[in-house]
């Protein structure tokens, strides 16, 4: 460093002086890769601020000489511009043991469903075009056959998501009406979603029956009056009573709504198409079934259970959907063409059951092998032992997934990984805090949890290409000893 600090002010002048002309340093042949690399117009406002930042730390007495240098200018501008450059969009490592997190985007796309929007993000597609007669098509009617055939329903429409396709049903349904529902299923999901709440944006009036742990059939049968324009059924998709409860099923409340002259509406939240029981996950009502019970409406997630991407589907009877799709709304709360191209390639993949674990990403990460998770943990476990040093055990051992996004929140899927501590036994502290901070800070951040005096990282989300990856990336250059 050089002290400039001069009484006259003579050695400042002396070391600004050195300060290179900026198009001599841009026409330097160490500037031309990053010109070609990032264009003219950004490197040189990149190459000012990195001069200018030079003459705040040479004023202050922290300036080196050698930082002016034609190589050292290319490389400060070049990794300026490449940490601008950088997506905020960053794939990551999920290692919550979570699968459907919502925070990290919830379900991955099948490799059908990365080619159906490929296809349509660079050519030209039918979105709203009728290829039989030539006028202008419905968007829905692209997958409104497939959605059918699933799930039973008469016809359906799609929106942006879940808490969309509620708003909207009661919205076009019961404005300025009442909603019956039992006070046990007003539930509040991530993002402080309240079904009070939508009701009151949809403009409808909620009216609650029985009690938070008790709702009979006659509570229904005593809050209808002329107001009420549906009956509402919501899954208790993020939490549980149990207990003395009693709940009215949908096969039970069906009737008195067939008799009363109303419609059942049933909210599933994350929804599934198909008995998960088969592979030995917790049990879940598929829509088919609330269909086949009696729903007159159901609404659910396309990127949960569905394993597809961020959507919400209304199926149920046809002039129901007819009503929902007049309704302003629908238009502003649409999907595009990228959402339907994926949202088809998945659903066609339900045609074949039979295919489904392997094909559906989804469900292979929630029926993995505990088998391959071990042997996964016990291949990863020495390469992050040496990445993060002496001070830390890092072991193999068994652990606990939840499937997220409020699906089935009760249930647990045993899972093994990797769980971090410190080698001397004392409580952590802030150090777990300190490994976990420099995992996310690696190229590709890895995301885990820290719990029970560890950091644990759940390898049922790392499948094998990801793997080679993960210890290629704690063996890289420069990796060794980081995290220490």
Not at 128 to 149: K, Q, V, Y
Not at 223 to 237: D, R, Y
Not at 463 to 472: K, L, N, P, R, V
Request: glycine share 8%; net charge positive; aromatic share 4%.
């Amino acid at each position: 460093m050089s002290d400039v600090r001069g009484s006259d002010g003579s050695e400042l002048r002396a070391l600004m002086a050195r300060v290179p002309s900026v198009e001599r340093v841009l026409a330097a042949a160490e500037f031309a890769a990053v010109i070609a690399e990032h264009g003219r117009t950004q490197t040189l406002a990149a190459l000012r601020a990195t001069l200018d930042t030079w003459r705040s730390d040479a004023q202050a007495g922290r300036a080196a000489v050698d930082a002016l240098s034609d190589a050292a200018l290319a490389q400060a501008v070049n990794a300026a511009l490449s940490a601008r450059a950088r997506s905020a969009v960053r794939s990551v490592f999920n290692l919550t043991g979570t699968v459907l997190h919502t925070n990290l985007g919830r379900a991955l796309l099948p490799d059908e469903a990365v080619s159906a929007v490929a296809e349509v993000l660079t050519r030209p597609a039918n979105l709203e075009f009728d290829l039989e007669t030539g006028a202008r098509g419905d968007r829905d009617d692209l997958i409104n056959g497939l959605i059918c055939e699933l799930t039973g329903a008469e016809a359906a429409t799609v929106v942006n998501n879940n808490a969309a396709a509620v708003l909207l049903t009661l919205s076009a349904l019961a404005s300025r009406k009442e909603v019956i529902v039992s006070r046990g299923e007003l539930v509040e999901i991530g993002g402080a979603f309240r079904i009070p709440d939508i009701m009151s944006r949809a403009g409808a009036r909620l009216r609650e029956v029985g009690t938070t742990n008790r709702t009979h059939l006659k509570d229904y049968d005593e809050a209808i009056s002329p107001k009420t324009a549906l009956l509402m059924k919501v899954h208790c998709s993020n939490y549980a009573v149990t207990g003395f409860t009693k709940e009215v099923t949908l096969a039970d409340l069906a009737p008195l709504a067939k008799a009363r002259g109303l419609p059942i509406a049933v909210d599933l939240g994350s929804g599934t198409l198909v008995d998960l029981a088969q592979w030995g996950l917790p049990r879940e009502a598929t829509v088919r079934e609330t269909v086949d019970a009696g729903a007159d409406l159901v609404t659910f997630s396309g990127d949960k259970l569905l394993g597809g991407p961020q959507a919400g589907l209304i199926v149920g009877r046809r002039e129901l959907i007819a009503t929902i799709k007049k309704h302003p709304l629908k238009r502003a709360l649409r999907v595009g063409k990228l959402t339907l191209a994926a949202l088809e390639a998945v659903l066609r993949l339900y045609r074949a059951p039979e295919n489904l674990r392997e094909r559906l990403t989804t469900l292979r990460l929630l029926t993995r092998p505990a088998d391959a998770m071990r042997l996964c943990a016990e291949r990863v476990q020495p390469a992050l032992q040496q990445w993060i040093g002496d001070a830390f055990i890092v072991s193999a051992e068994p652990m606990f997934s939840q499937i997220g996004s409020g699906a089935l929140p009760v249930d647990v899927l045993p899972s093994y990984g990797v769980a971090v501590r410190l080698a001397n036994g004392k409580r952590p502290g802030s150090q777990l805090n300190r490994v976990e901070k420099r995992l996310r800070e690696l190229p590709r951040p890895v995301i885990g949890r820290i719990a029970d005096g560890a950091l644990r990282l759940d390898l049922r989300c790392l499948e094998e290409a990801d793997e080679t990856a993960f210890i290629a990336q704690l063996r890289g250059p420069g990796a060794r000893g980081e995290a220490a």
